[in-house]
């Protein structure tokens, strides 16, 4: 059994890897298109930066009074802006060069500026940011720019609570808000946002990369079982001296194999992409979840692999039944397709809530489908409730029992040769 | 005594077609036997019953005394099956795939070798062995096949359309293999063809078959002088009522 299980084994591997549509789909896309994506969006990243980096702004001195002088100077010293002074009387004189030079912005400071201030009274300031067509650097240049402005106002403010004797924190702040989360009935010291986002950079991963690894073995097993029929090979492997159990069994791992080093090729590409962006990543957040009890234990662990696993073999087996109604590959792909809504459900649903704020009958579907279970595994691991994922494990390991033997039913018996859904045409006649 | 292949009032159904109605013969172990008619006479459904792949709807069929659906996983070990429009994984290399054959049956890496060399020596592909399947010919690709279903000298080989897409001086080459394998190996073949000249020249005994009924059955000199024809075209023309 060993023996014909290994052969069957390395044979779909080799079939497999060396399909050219399952190389380039499952392996060397993923490691070229991701890295290929991530290097784009950083290149126009570092791009965004660099013209931050280096923003010039054009300034008319209609006032030419200390606040005036105050303002450049503060463009300059904390934008750290190349500042251009505009000889002109009004925008309307050089909005046309201003639009053909690289000025972000040009700041028109009337007469009575400094006046104005120096009184206590609003003062009026206009501000024209260059428009070339947006784009991140663009908008980025001239948010650096309107942070300056209120900086400068900012300063402003305090100052005239210090001349009034005023606390300007008092004033500006009048409550010191702090917020912290509680953790599995512990309070911390860690703001809710932090927590917030970080479950979020986990939970919107997990989901994913569990659907794409599901899809993934399911289109492999698919299409193992579905070339056999389009390339005429099932019969003879079915007239070879090893039990069908055998025969199904290879195919399933052959798949999962190939499945995982299709999700591992995926895992780097996706990684390599996020890791492109320079933020939203949990590094940046200082948080030591290990301290906090939110760091998935040993056991954790264990169980999501678990709980992944049975429902891997899950959706193979139900790929293998579904395929065998097929006459060829993309016949089979075509009725994948209908198992893809179950696996989209509980991924769309589990991202955007929790699974217990949604309705019974919701919930009672959502638990039905095999897929949900890792996917709440995943959660528990973090929030510590086992329980769920251990009561998933035994559903899922049911659920695929029964699909299993489903499938060795079919493999046993003539139906994995006469089998198909029909579609309105009627089956030729045997010689 | 027990025959290499029994078959006894033999029905399948498909739905309402009756694919076989009632077939009987018997193969004597270490003969040529083979099962000639025209297309949808019921030889590959007969074919596919012998080698468990399907099952009968009433009667039996037994190889060397396994019922082939209560004791297929013994029947399979005493057979190979060559359908007739069989393919072969296209991403291995020749020799791979018949490695990944031999295997179910070879019993040491020494045994794997010797198979496989023989095979390389009825399918005269040599060299070719070494380049993946997907690059043959369709002759290339059932010499391949014929080969597979012999190297392991199977105690009953079941071949389908044997000669099906060979050309003419191929075709004389596997006929010749088969002959041999019978002769020297103590193979028996059954094998079914709808080119009655080829089977006369190849089998010791045949059988025809005519819309899932054997309307005639014994040596081709036999049936020949019973009908007084000259060639088995002749013989099946009168028994199927056309001439």
Excluded at chain 1, 7 to 19: A, C, G, P, S
Aim: with cysteine; proline share 4%.
């Amino acid at each position: 059994m060993l023996k014909g299980l290994r052969n069957i084994v390395t044979k779909e591997v080799k079939e497999l890897v060396r399909d050219p549509r399952i190389l380039l789909g499952i392996i060397i896309a993923p490691l070229l298109i991701f890295p290929l994506m991530g290097f784009m969006i950083r290149t126009s990243q570092e791009a965004a930066v660099e013209s931050i980096r280096n923003i010039s702004v054009g300034v008319i001195d209609l006032d030419q009074g200390v606040f005036a002088q105050n303002l450049t100077d503060t463009l300059r010293l904390y934008g750290n802006f190349r500042v251009e002074e505009l000889a002109a009387s009004g925008i309307d004189e050089v909005a046309g060069e201003v639009q053909n030079s690289n000025l972000t912005a040009v700041i028109v400071m009337p007469s009575g500026f400094s006046q104005n201030l120096t009184n206590g009274e609003r003062a009026e300031l206009k501000v024209y940011g260059v428009f070339r067509g947006g784009g991140v650097a663009e908008s980025g240049a001239f948010a650096a720019v309107n942070s300056v402005l209120q900086l400068f106002e900012e300063t402003l403010t305090k100052q005239r609570l210090l001349d009034a004797s005023l606390d300007p924190a008092a004033v500006l702040e009048p409550i010191d808000v702090s917020a912290r989360s509680i953790v599995r009935g512990e309070p911390t010291n860690i703001n809710p946002d932090t927590l917030f986002a970080l479950a979020m950079s986990q939970f919107f991963g997990f989901p994913f990369s569990i659907m794409l690894l599901i899809i993934l073995a399911m289109q492999l097993a698919s299409t193992s079982v579905a070339s056999e029929k389009e390339e005429k090979t099932l019969e003879t492997l079915l007239s070879l001296p090893i039990s069908r159990f055998t025969i199904l069994v290879g195919k399933l791992m052959g798949s999962v194999i190939v499945a995982a080093v299709g999700a591992v090729a995926t895992i780097v590409g996706v990684v390599y992409y996020v890791g492109s962006f320079s933020f939203g990543t949990t590094a940046q957040i200082p948080v030591d979840l290990t301290q906090i009890g939110l760091s998935p234990g040993l056991l954790g662990y264990a169980l999501l692999g678990v709980s992944l696993f049975v429902s891997l073999l899950s959706a193979l087996a139900l790929a293998v039944v579904v395929s065998v109604f097929a006459e060829d590959v993309r016949g089979a792909q075509s009725l994948l397709g209908f198992l893809y809504l179950p696996l989209f459900l509980p991924m769309l649903a589990l991202l955007f809530t929790d699974i217990n704020a949604l309705p019974l009958a919701v919930r009672i579907v959502l638990l039905a489908i095999p897929f949900t279970h890792p996917m709440l595994a995943a959660r528990a691991m973090l929030t510590g409730e086992y329980f769920t994922a251990i009561w998933g494990i035994a559903y899922v390991s049911i659920f695929t029992l029964a699909v299993l033997y489903a499938a060795a039913r079919i493999f046993a018996t003539e139906k994995i040769l006469t089998a198909k859904i029909s579609l309105g045409k009627k089956r030729p006649r045997e010689d | 005594m027990v025959h290499a292949v029994e078959v006894d009032r033999l029905e399948k159904r498909f739905k309402e077609i009756v694919a076989l109605d009632g077939l009987t013969f018997r193969v004597e172990e270490g003969t040529i036997f083979g099962l000639i008619g025209p297309n949808g006479a019921g030889k590959t459904t007969t074919l596919r019953i012998i080698s468990t792949l399907i099952s009968p709807t009433s009667g039996s069929a037994r190889v060397f005394g396994h019922d082939v659906v209560t004791e297929a996983s013994e029947t399979r070990k005493l057979i190979t099956y060559l359908p007739e429009d069989a393919g072969a994984y296209k991403n291995l290399s020749g020799r791979e795939y018949l490695q990944f054959m031999g295997r179910f049956g070879s019993q040491s890496e020494k045994d794997l070798d010797d198979m496989v060399e023989d095979a390389s020596k009825i399918s005269g592909l040599g060299e070719r062995l070494r380049d993946k399947v997907k690059t043959y010919s369709k002759g290339m690709k059932r010499r391949l096949l014929v080969a597979r279903a012999l190297m392991n000298k199977p105690k009953l080989a079941v071949l389908d359309e044997p000669t099906s897409g060979l050309d003419v001086l191929h075709a004389y080459h596997v006929r010749g293999i088969i002959k041999q394998y019978v002769k020297d190996e103590g193979v028996t073949v059954l094998l079914s063809s709808h080119n009655m000249l080829e089977v006369e020249h190849l089998c010791d005994r045949v059988a025809l078959i005519n819309k899932g009924k054997i309307v005639a059955e014994g040596t081709p000199a036999e049936l020949k002088t019973k009908h007084k024809a000259t060639n088995l075209e002749e013989v099946f023309a009168q028994v199927a009522g056309l001439a």
